[in-house]
């Protein structure tokens, strides 16, 4: 078994590989308008080195995508293959995406997780992040 590195993702290169990532990746990843390859465009265009993907090799294990607006980070889309699952890649990701978020003078960063998904809720608390009582409100725009 090779070493898992991350790297940068890269627009379009990479593009479809990770979309396909995406949509294996179960009910927790929930794709839309915005994940169309405009809009993936329009997003590495502002946070290009908070896109990262996990490979072992040249085989694409894991993807993330963060953002920060200068105030606030947010993570989404986190996706790990299921035969790399409970190796360490969701955490090595998320924390190379936290430090760069750090790097950026982020002191606070949000994800979302969907109702009823226990598996991811379990692995972002055990990896220190806290549920907060909100509501989360959408309005679409285009």
Same mark, same amino acid.
Request: proline fraction near 2%; hydrophobic fraction near 40%.
């Given at each position: 078994?090779?070493?898992?590195? $991350?790297?940068? *993702?890269?627009?379009?290169? !990479?593009? @479809?590989?990770?979309?396909?990532?995406?949509?294996?990746?179960?009910?927790? $990843?929930?794709?839309?308008?915005?994940?169309?390859?405009?809009?993936?465009?329009?997003?590495? @265009?502002?946070?290009?080195?908070? *896109? #990262?993907?996990?490979?072992?090799?040249?085989?694409?294990?894991?993807?993330?995508?963060?953002? *920060? !607006?200068?105030?606030?980070?947010?993570?989404?889309? #986190?996706?790990?293959? /299921?035969?790399?699952?409970?190796?360490?890649?969701?955490?090595?990701?998320?924390?190379?995406?936290?430090?760069?978020?750090?790097?950026?003078?982020?002191?606070?960063?949000?994800?979302?997780?969907?109702?009823?998904?226990?598996?991811?809720?379990? *692995?972002?608390?055990? $990896?220190?992040?806290? /549920?907060? !009582?909100?509501? $989360?409100?959408?309005? !679409?725009?285009?």
């Amino acid at each position: 078994m090779e070493q898992i590195h $991350i790297r940068q *993702f890269d627009y379009p290169a !990479d593009y @479809q590989a990770v979309r396909s990532l995406w949509a294996s990746a179960g009910a927790g $990843i929930q794709l839309g308008r915005s994940d169309e390859p405009a809009e993936i465009y329009k997003k590495v @265009q502002r946070d290009p080195d908070l *896109f #990262l993907l996990a490979e072992e090799g040249d085989n694409l294990v894991g993807a993330v995508m963060g953002g *920060f !607006d200068g105030r606030r980070g947010m993570v989404y889309h #986190l996706a790990v293959a /299921e035969s790399y699952r409970r190796r360490g890649v969701g955490r090595m990701m998320m924390a190379e995406l936290e430090k760069r978020l750090r790097e950026k003078g982020c002191i606070r960063c949000y994800l979302l997780v969907t109702n009823g998904n226990a598996q991811a809720l379990h *692995f972002y608390n055990e $990896i220190g992040w806290m /549920e907060m !009582d909100l509501h $989360i409100l959408a309005r !679409d725009l285009a």
